[in-house]
């Protein structure tokens, strides 16, 4: 194969590239962040990132472009990671070619996935797990600990030795390690220990990470590997330090957990798939593992009669039906303003929903503060949430319970209508199928409903 060197202009902020120095990056703005790099690129159409589409024209040579037809599709090129959940959230396994960002608080479970997900990856190629937050004495550790040494995941060679672990940050040693272990997979753990000497003097600057991952990136898309990049983020740290990788990889998951044991693996963005999956886990001895039934998980079970101010509502979390129940409060207003206080639902639709029942059903709520909870604490983003939400408030604040086994899904428009929703016949089966007995839901896409033979009372609104 043909190689030549030449340099080009990359920023050091974005990782874009000009045939020539600017002051000025026109891609994201910065000044002075235009370094000239030697690349040694590889000539040849249909190679490397040439069709690989997102690396560029590393080569330095002239442009070309490909007839459509004439280019593979990328079909079978996903890698399954072994861990459904985390192939779920990607849309369907680890995209070769792709990098994938792993963010989360520390101590959330980060490394511990991916060591999992290093065991049980189903390729027969050699994985490389890069740390520069732990020894490698610390690894072996957790993978005993998890069993992952007894394990063997199909097809593959033996486990131990098809890992390499390397303990360090520095991307030339990196970098020369990956081109002689020649992995399919890379774990970097974590994207704030990388540092190089070309990315100015101090180490651990956003310049830094930003400069190094670029580089890990433009590896695995040109070698026909995938890369996860752990990055801590804290609640402070969200803007400054990794949000600045989002743009350059592919894939950015974020890991967060509840009050309880549960774990949720949320897309942020997926260029290979969609990002309303979420992925559950729960962090036990043996590592994490994923939630059997999670219908039942935000589902809190009582007897007899319901309090006032809680509702069931169904709602879809990817391809997932969930039971949760939405719980309000509203008390008189502390302020002059009345204030909602929402974190598991946005406050901008817990403010429009209540709008709704002031207008069309007279309920005073502009002088109520209002309290909004999901229990079990998962973040619930479906519209298919509003009318639960809007008899949640109402019930809160007339005092007024609902009847217990009563199931609600619909979507609530400013106009006071209840909108039909996706999949209404499967959240009906769902609720069904835990014992629930009465349904509220959209006389819209009820046709769809009809042949569910039960005891369970559907009681569709009009519009
Ligand atoms: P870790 O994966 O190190 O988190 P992160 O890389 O995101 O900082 O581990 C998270 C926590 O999980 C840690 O406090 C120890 C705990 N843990 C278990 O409870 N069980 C286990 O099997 C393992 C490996 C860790
Ligand atoms: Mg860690």
Redo the contacts with the bound molecule.
Sequence with gaps: MKKQKSFIYRCSACGHEEPKWLGRCPECGEWNTLIETAVTGRGGPGQGASHGGAGGNRSGGIPQSFPLSSIDPEEGSRINSGIPELDRVLGGGIMKRSAILVG????????????QAAAAAETKGRILYISG??SAGQIRM?AD??GLLEKSAKGSGSLGERIEICCSGRLEDITALLESVKPVLIMV??AQTLFTAEAGMVPGTVNQMKYCSFELISWVKEHDAALFL?A?VTKEGIISGPKTLEHMVDTVLY?EQNEGDSRFLRAAKNRFGSVDEIGIFT??????SAVEDTSLLFLVRREGDLPAGVATAAVLEGSRTLLVEIQALTVPAKGAMSRVFSDRIDSARVSRVAAALEKHLGLRLSDQDLYVNVAGGIRINEVGVELALGCAIYSARTGLPLPAGLVIAGELSLTGEIRPVRRLAGRIKTARGLGFDRFIGPEEGAEAVKDIKSAVRLIFVAK
Aim: charged share 30%.
């Design positions: 989360g608080e520390p101590g959330i479970g980060k490394s511990t996935l991916l060591l937050e732990e957790r600990r998890l753990d974590s752990v801590h890991f962090m036990g001895e043996k590592g994490l």
